[in-house]
Nanobody
Framework: QEQLVESGGGLVQAGGSLRLSCAASGRTFSVNPMGWFRQAPGQERELVAAISWRGASTFYADSVKGRFTISRDNPKTTVYLQMNSLKPEDTAVYYC??????????????????WGQGTQVTVSS
């Protein structure tokens, strides 16, 4: 079982950048696909980026493609989300999540079972 702690959120102006980090404690990080979700007030939670457990493959929602980059450092048991060219519509609580071990379906929201507490990202116009 993973425990996930996000950090790096905050307030930024439109066009700015933030890097979110998610530190995992647990024995299975290296075999878990990892994802970043976000939820804005009154909206459904959405998967914005995901990375396979080997780190070789990534998924991005169309809304963030070309602006966000997900990466992982298995020895440090940390996953990152670099967010560039931020827009006001990126404002949300961002959650890190760990998927079922060895799952190849990293872009499928249903495989994610462990969640962090979330970090707020606010982009001002």
């Amino acid at each position: 079982q993973e425990q996930l702690v996000e950090s790096g959120g905050g307030l930024v102006q439109a066009g700015g950048s933030l890097r979110l980090s998610c530190a995992a404690s647990g024995r299975t990080f290296s075999v878990n696909p990892m994802g970043w979700f976000r939820q804005a007030p009154g909206q459904e939670r959405e998967l914005v980026a995901a990375i396979s457990w080997r780190g070789a493959s990534t998924f991005y929602a169309d809304s963030v493609k070309g602006r966000f980059t997900i990466s992982r450092d298995n020895p440090k048991t940390t996953v990152y989300l670099q967010m560039n060219s931020l827009k006001p519509e990126d404002t949300a609580v961002y959650y890190c999540a760990a998927g079922r071990g060895y799952s190849a379906r990293y872009s499928n929201e249903r495989i994610y079972e462990e969640w962090g507490q979330g970090t707020q990202v606010t982009v001002s116009s």
